[in-house]
């Protein structure tokens, strides 16, 4: 079936750290490729997406790749702040539409970043 | 634009009784969708919606009922709450368009069923 699995946290890390989140999917066919936060007592938004092989999206100092050969997602960005503590959420959604509407999560993972 | 909402923000109830969880959303988007987020499982699909009058269930529908009668409001009811139906709710909708399938979330409805 169609899946998403993210590294389990919590992931804890010093102001200016780099962060990496892994993320790997399987999916039938080449899904879209998200990137949720919720930060604390708040829905959720989205941070960055890809919809195909080798894009990568980026927000906010965040990037992630789509690599096909790998199934992957990883999330990264290269100097964290405190402000990013929150929740990130790994999304596929497949195309089609009768897909449309529809996503499918990873666990979340929870990232504090401290002063 | 108020983007998504959702109401009650937080709600208790006792097992057995009944509620409706409102959710409204003033873009225009065709798909409308209920998910609920519960520790270490993500987000998990109940219901969703592809436009006025056409619902279909999602992953999780057991104890869920939901109804579509305008593009705007897409409210989430439970018939007989359940303890395991405790959980964090949330609504999302998107346009659907090509290269515009972001969804948009509520901000959520908390749920303690006791």
């Known amino acids: 079936g169609n899946s998403v699995t993210q590294m389990e946290g919590p992931v804890t890390l010093s102001e200016e750290a780099f962060l990496t989140i892994n993320c790997t999917y399987t999916a039938t066919g080449y899904p879209s490729l998200f990137w949720y936060v919720q930060y604390p007592g708040e829905g959720l938004q989205l941070l960055l997406k890809a919809t195909k092989a080798d894009d990568k999206g980026s927000n906010k100092g965040f990037e992630a790749t789509y690599r096909k050969e790998t199934t992957s997602f990883h999330l990264e960005k290269g100097s964290v702040q405190v402000s990013d503590s929150a929740v990130y959420f790994c999304?596929?959604?497949?195309?089609?539409?009768?897909?449309?509407?529809?996503?499918?999560f990873g666990q979340g993972t929870t990232l504090q970043v401290k002063p | 634009n108020a983007g998504v909402t959702q109401t009650p923000k937080f709600q208790v109830l006792k097992t057995g009784q009944s509620m409706t969880l409102q959710c409204a959303q003033d873009m225009n988007h065709e798909y409308m969708s209920w998910y609920r987020q519960d520790p270490g499982m993500g987000l998990r699909l109940i219901h969703y919606s592809v436009g006025a009058g056409i619902t279909d269930q999602g992953e999780v529908p057991n104890g869920y009922n939901v109804s579509r009668s305008t593009t705007e409001d897409f409210p989430l009811r439970l018939l007989s709450a359940a303890p395991s139906q405790t959980s964090v709710y949330f609504c999302?909708?998107?346009?659907?368009?090509?290269?515009?399938?972001?969804?948009?979330f509520g901000p959520g409805t908390r749920l303690t069923v006791l």
């Open positions: 999304a596929l959604s497949l195309h089609g539409s009768s897909n449309t509407g529809k996503l499918i």
């Open positions: 999302a909708s998107t346009s659907g368009r090509l290269d515009a399938d972001t969804q948009y």
